[in-house]
């Protein structure tokens, strides 16, 4: 499907994260069904990448598939590579995918509570993963981690590293989390819905706080549904629907010249803070279930373009330009 | 448009006045039950909705907003205040009496999965009020077929449960459930929160319809501004168990007052808007358990003075709206 370059004028920079046709199914009890739809996409060095769809679209699934932690069974990943500096992480043993996660691929989930052991101080979880990747004396990792609590903006950082996680706020501990995601320095963060289960004044403080922690030469794949936090966060954007990849692009392409008919509805729905009480644009009908997803395009009977062809064939990823793409037959023969 | 079915727009005054209503919550420690302290979860809330409007509460987790709401409804005790519909002091209302109120005021609940009961189907959960209450006059089917197609259902959703549904469709539901018997006052608490984009802005959009049609009021409660922001005639602010600063939506959210609506709006991320270099609020929500003396804003406030740790506010008016805090 992608032979050339997304996006061209990015050459520069070096390609760290290269995924192609991903599959993923599951089988559950009422059958099987297909979470990730050939997904392909690259993340650059030092980028941002924002994936974005609703609730069930498979942006968690696809995510979680980078660093092969799609539990099996259920999951399945059907097919598709996944390159990551130069190696194919669909051929490497456990062993070899255990160096990489943690190491060089950290991960940053939405629940910190569920994310930390309820077990074990603070200060333990922390310099397990030092240690594990490291070899480093116990005293010099507990300094460490240490530190990055204070980086992180933890009040009395030696204190709070014997304590439990249950004792901190929900902000507090999703700081944890972005210390322990950052202290080996990866390659690759991937952040599903860091700030979902927190308050926007404290969603506020977490971005600033990734913005200013992350390395100029570490990527991110932010994995959320909430557009404004992709606006303030992302290089550029993949847009999911039921599955698949609709459309990609730059922040402002998306945001400013959507072409998928899903991004310019998803676009209108967003309630905007003018205190005018416009009636909002909503998208009508609602997502397929992941069992019966129609032949051709998955949006098309939400879509007010659908034509006949739509119901017959899934539409491949036109060039809109400069790396800009949708998936949808309306931009097929338009001047990029 | 303006049917004015349930509401005597005649009369005069608001239709729900809350007056200085204060809940706390006891904590009990020790071997006797000591109360030992109190969660000031609403700490002397006053406010007033009128007929056929619709009042915004936002605040962060643990303001108070859903205790707020839980109280109208009668569903928590109230410590001190008073709560009035229609001039009625629900205090000093019988049983009996409070069970004919219930029926002026309903709730929907942010998760309709846990506020629709898995067991019984549809057409008995929206009819279940009107059942109770004897109301059905024809048959059951009709009374359910009619609030369905109010909600935007069809009629073959009678007779299934609600994990058939997706979460849209279950708050459609439980929408159809809430306006079935006619109410006056309806509260949203965190009614379209759990829902995506798309399918919030349906439910939001067949709520105002729902309004209009019904002349009902709406209590609507949110963490969610922008939601807020798009539904609310009045927005109130609440913070730590009180209301920071109340008016008109569009003049709080065009040019907020207090310092704490200020940062509420700065925070929200807007799509095309840098606001990379926005001031933010430093440090936590403080524990209701021991809200800091003076204004409760205090110990995070970007522009606190040496009176606010000292001093509480009151509520002034200010520019056409009610605003608790010393620069004003």
Redesign the interface.
């Known amino acids: 499907m992608q032979t050339t370059d997304l996006n061209l004028q990015d050459e520069q920079k070096e390609l760290l994260l290269s995924v192609r046709d991903l599959t993923v199914s599951f089988s559950v009890d009422d059958g099987t069904f297909t979470a990730a739809d050939s997904i392909s996409f690259d993340v650059k060095t030092g980028e941002t990448v924002g994936l974005v769809g609703?609730?069930g679209c498979g942006k968690s699934v696809t995510a979680l598939s980078i660093p092969r932690l799609i539990p099996s069974p259920p999951g399945t990943i059907e097919s598709g590579e996944i390159w990551f500096e130069g190696q194919d992480l669909m051929t490497l043993n456990s062993s070899a995918l255990r160096d990489i996660r943690g190491r060089d691929i950290s991960m940053i989930f939405q629940e910190p509570l569920s994310a930390l052991s309820p077990l074990h101080r603070i200060g333990q979880q922390m310099i397990e993963t030092i240690l594990l990747h490291q070899d480093k004396p116990r005293k010099q990792a507990w300094e460490i981690a240490e530190g990055w609590l204070k980086k992180v903006g933890i009040p009395d950082a030696g204190d709070r590293m014997f304590a439990y996680p249950f004792q901190l706020?929900g902000?507090?501990q999703q700081r944890i989390m972005i210390a322990m995601a950052l202290m080996l320095s990866p390659r690759l963060i991937i952040a599903d819905e860091p700030t979902t289960a927190l308050?926007?004044?404290?969603?506020?403080?977490i971005?600033?706080l990734i913005?200013d922690m992350k390395q100029h030469q570490t990527s991110m794949l932010l994995i959320t549904?909430?557009?404004?936090?992709?606006?303030?966060m992302c290089d550029r954007i993949l847009v999911m629907y039921a599955s698949r990849i609709v459309e990609t692009g730059s922040r402002e392409d998306v945001?400013?010249n959507p072409r998928h008919p899903y991004t310019i509805?998803?676009?209108q729905?967003?309630?905007?803070?003018?205190?005018?009480?416009?009636?909002?644009?909503?998208?009508?009908g609602?997502?397929p279930s992941p069992f019966d997803y129609p032949k051709g395009c998955h949006f098309q009977a939400r879509c007010v373009f659908a034509m006949d062809r739509c119901r017959e064939s899934s539409p491949p990823a036109y060039d809109c330009g400069q790396g800009h793409r949708a998936a949808c037959f309306l931009m097929e023969g338009r001047p990029a | 448009m303006k049917n004015v079915k349930n509401c005597d727009e005649t009369k005069s005054g608001p239709l729900l006045r809350v007056v200085d209503l204060t809940t706390w919550f006891p904590v009990k420690r020790g071997f006797f039950s000591k109360t030992a302290a109190y969660v000031r979860a609403v700490d002397g809330v006053s406010l007033e909705i009128h007929c056929g409007e619709t009042l915004g509460l936002v605040g962060e987790s643990g303001c108070g907003k859903t205790t707020l709401g839980r109280t109208i409804l009668g569903l928590e005790k109230t410590t001190k205040g008073d709560i009035l519909l229609d001039g009625y002091s629900m205090s000093q209302l019988t049983p009996k009496e409070m069970n004919l109120l219930r029926q002026r005021v309903q709730v929907i609940f942010q998760d309709p999965m846990s506020s629709l009961n898995p067991r019984m189907t549809v057409i008995d959960i929206i009819t279940e009020g009107l059942v109770q209450f004897k109301k059905i006059e024809v048959s059951k089917v009709a009374h359910a077929n009619r609030l369905l197609a109010e909600v935007g259902l069809s009629e073959d959703a009678l007779y299934r449960f609600p994990h058939e549904f997706s979460g849209g469709q279950r708050q459609r539901i439980a929408i159809a459930r809430a306006i079935s018997l006619r109410p006056e006052l309806v509260i949203c608490d965190e009614a379209v929160s759990a829902l995506d984009v798309s399918i919030q802005a349906q439910v939001v959009n067949l709520l105002k319809s729902l309004q209009e049609r019904y002349h009902l009021s709406l209590l609507f409660i949110s963490h969610d501004l922008s939601v807020v922001s798009n539904i609310a005639d009045r927005t109130a602010v609440m913070y730590l168990g009180r209301i920071v600063e109340a008016g008109n939506t569009a003049d709080i959210v065009r040019a907020p007052l207090h310092p704490y609506t200020k940062a509420l709006i700065a925070a929200v991320p807007v799509p095309g808007v840098s606001r990379r270099d926005r001031v933010l609020l430093k440090g936590e929500i403080p524990s209701s358990l021991s809200p800091p003396p003076g204004c409760p804003f205090h110990p995070r406030c970007p522009e606190v003075m040496p009176v606010c740790s000292q001093q509480e506010p009151v509520a002034k008016r200010v520019d056409g709206r009610e605003v608790a805090c010393h620069l004003h």
Do not use: C, N, Y
């Open positions: 609703e609730s706020s902000g507090m308050d926007v004044t404290t969603q506020a403080q971005f600033a913005r549904h909430d557009m404004g936090v992709v606006w303030e945001f400013f509805g998803l676009l729905a967003i309630p905007k803070l003018t205190g005018l009480r416009e009636p909002l644009k909503d998208i009508p609602q997502v």
